[in-house]
């Protein structure tokens, strides 16, 4: 069964620097979207993203924040100048349809030190 | 915006019982009810959904009812196996967008 995939499992990274997240949602997934994961808490919403454009985002997502779909099959989440509190788990996930079950990648653990 | 609530934090049931948890929502347009579990460090996994055109789903150990008047649904899980120990997390969706606002989780141990 396909699922999605996302690259590094973890990223360590020193706070201010830019960190890409990598993600390859399932092949015939129109809609995806990057969710994060503090220690311990609830899955939040960052973005969502279809035909090559922002469709929707939080108050998380904010300037630091950009998605791209650089070519026909992977999904990118940066964070230009990482801080402290970005460390957490992000998730991708991929839909085939709109409102109807989103597929989760493994995640990628973000530590900022 | 959304707001879900998930009732309890934590919950332990003895192996064979059922394990019931609970959720209420915010937002009246709300209409799709996934439930997912997630195991220690995996992704989340969809268990079970509800639409809000329907009272109550089941799949073999697995139902979910939902009452829109109430503005809440529940998971029901029977005869209760090791293998259900995990983090359920309930959520809501509406049709005007498409992102999944998630409950805050409830940690279901199942005791031997």
């Known amino acids: 069964e396909p699922e999605v995939t996302q690259t590094p499992s973890h990223q360590v990274t020193q706070m201010g620097q830019e960190v890409i997240l990598r993600c390859v949602p399932i092949?015939?997934?129109?809609?995806f979207y990057w969710y994060r994961q503090i220690l311990g808490q609830k899955v939040e919403f960052l973005v969502s993203?279809?035909?090559?454009?922002?469709?929707?985002k939080s108050e998380i997502f904010d300037d630091q924040f950009s998605v791209e779909r650089p070519d026909g099959s992977n999904f990118t989440l940066k964070i230009r100048s990482t801080k402290l509190e970005d460390s957490a788990m992000y998730f991708c996930?991929?839909?085939?349809?709109?409102?109807?079950?989103?597929?989760f990648g493994p995640g990628t653990r973000l530590t900022v030190l | 915006g959304e707001n879900v609530e998930q009732h309890p934090s934590t919950l332990s049931v003895q192996e064979g019982d059922s394990a019931v948890i609970k959720c209420t929502y915010s937002d009246s347009a709300s209409n799709y009810f996934p439930w997912y579990k997630q195991e220690l460090g995996k992704r989340p996994q969809l268990i079970i959904d509800i639409r809000s055109n329907v009272g109550e789903k089941k799949d073999q150990r697995i139902a979910v009812t939902l009452n829109k008047t109430a503005k809440h649904f529940s998971l029901h899980i029977t005869e209760t196996q090791p293998e259900d120990s995990a983090v359920y997390f309930c959520a809501a969706s509406a049709n005007r967008d498409d992102k999944i606002i998630f409950g805050k989780g409830t940690r279901l141990h199942i005791l031997p």
């Open positions: 996930a991929s839909g085939r349809d709109l409102y109807n079950e989103q597929f």
């Open positions: 092949s015939n997934h129109l809609y």
């Open positions: 993203f279809y035909n090559n454009e922002i469709s929707e």
